[in-house]
């Protein structure tokens, strides 16, 4: 997997691909393309130094069966591929996620492109840690798990040892948490100060700014990377949380400065340019959906100065 950080002849030369493609017509939208041609920026997990593209996908609606939805759900991971994307995020409570993800993968054929993450079970008892860990394995048919996560801290302490011997033999890249409530924000801090982590799983987005507040900067410390869940507020909010509140109303000038064509686009570029956030993973089963989130990858990122405009203009809206 090759990726590359953005430079500023990449900048340059999307405003001229953007002017082309509005000259030229296209069956995406004139910006998509110009993205389409740029490499995907990318940021280091912190433990290995490995390079992951900023944004992935999430699949808490991948549980399908039907042919055709099956179909429809591989052009959305194979678009991924092509834009550059690698990070699929799933779970076993994402019904039957996990095996369509697995199905799919072996479809595609193209394994080593893809950051597969998933997480164990958040419901009853784990009676066996190695059980709940080949469970993952079988499910989504892989013989690596490139990140096992503990979901929403359920039996922290019972499956983390297992989860450190399952990456001491190799079987596992890469282990962490997730969470994606503010009520399990200190019990996260207290695993991350007592477990070696790789990654953590957090909800953040310029609507939901309270990871920032202390586990952004202990991931940080700690040398965490940070996947960002929920980066548009979340699925059963995104219609009042984030696009909701933005309906109607036309992007700001400064959403220029960053290469932004679309409000999920300055929504992601909002939650991966915090420092701490490796990757994003918005949720889509739309390919459409998928290019727009995958450009917000490509081009420029706010700085600091910036970022405070966000907010303020958000917090005003
Ligand atoms: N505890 C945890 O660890 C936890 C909890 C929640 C979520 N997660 C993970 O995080 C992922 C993301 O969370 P989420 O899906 O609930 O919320 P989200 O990513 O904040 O929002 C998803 C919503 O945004 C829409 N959307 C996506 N791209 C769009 C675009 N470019 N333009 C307009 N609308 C767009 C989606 O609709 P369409 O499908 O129509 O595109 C969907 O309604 C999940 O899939 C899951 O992998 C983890």
Redesign the pocket.
Known sequence: MRHSSTTRRDSLYLGGVIATGLAIGSCFPAATNAQAALDPITKPIPSTGERLPVIG?????YSVTAPEDMARLQQVLEEMIAQGGSVV???RV?GRAEEVIGDLVQKIGKRDRFFIAT?TSIRGDISSPEAEIQAAFDRLKVDKLDLL?I??LHALDQLMPAFIRAKEQGRIRYIGM????DSQYAEQMEGMKRYPLDVI?V?Y?IANRGAADEILPLAQERKMAVMV????????N??NV??GRVAGKGLPDWAKQIDAT????LFLKYAVSHPAVTVA??????V???I??QGAGKGRLPDAALRREMERYWDTL
């Open positions: 996908l999430g699949t808490n609606q995020d799933t779970a994402y997480k996560l979901h929403n997730s969470t994606s409530v799983q909800d987005s869940n929920m980066p548009f507020g979340g699925r059963g995104a219609g984030t696009f679309s409000w999920a686009q993973i918005p949720g889509t089963t739309q459409r959906h998928l727009d989130n």
